[in-house]
């Protein structure tokens, strides 16, 4: 009896790590390079795993808000990736730096050249944005992900305070508050212009950066579910070759 409690419990915590796990790599995110500051600008990278062992992930469309309109969108050229910039009219427009404007980026797609996301591997498709609103602590920015297979991920549903994460959740970006001087932590737009140059060493560097890190930690949530595994499959393992011991006695 006390090797099947023991068999079981590994089992279960196998199980658990797993499902605790899962969700450090499974859906699309939006992180910010640094701080998104309100009122100021900023490079964000959308990170998009792909969660399918037979399938690559093609197409990524990302509809930006149209409640918080951004003046600027500036996507970040990816090796293997076309991008396609949507704009829409305004119904009010905005007055940025002392000039109306009347349009808006309402989406922004990337559509694979060849392969795109195999599986295993994540992408991250930075874009530069601004200037963010100061009436709002988050941007929601909805996102469908395309498979290889023709398969669509909505991940469109939007995260509820004080309620479970729900199954599909779209990503959301958190904004931070401007200094007590009123000037933004984020880039001013002359500094965002300039990280969208291909050859800022710098922009590349933290580029690498926070890959090396989001990597880092895809790699921690993996380790743990195959840790849960092998505890659990041990404790199976351990049960069973207890019931054969007492069955020979």
Known sequence: MKASRIAAAGAVAGVAVLTLSAP??????????GEAAKGGYAVVNFKVPNERDDASTTKLEV??????????VLPQPVDGWDVKVTKSKLDKPLEVHGRKIDEAVTKVTWTADDDGIEPGFFQKFPVSVGSLPEDTDELVFKALQTYSDKEVVRWIEVPQE???EPDHPAPV??????????HSHGASADEADEAESAGDAEKAAVETTAAADSDGTDTTARVLGIVGIVVGAAGVAYGVLAGRRRTSA
Not at 24 to 33: D, G, I, L, N, Y
Not at 173 to 182: K, P, R
């Open 173 to 182: 970006l958190a904004l931070s508050e401007a200094s007590a001087d009123g």
């Open 162 to 164: 004080g309620k479970d």
């Open 63 to 72: 509809t930006f808000p149209t409640d918080h309109p951004l003046a600027s």
């Open 24 to 33: 450090a790599f499974a859906h699309v995110s939006v992180q910010p390079e």
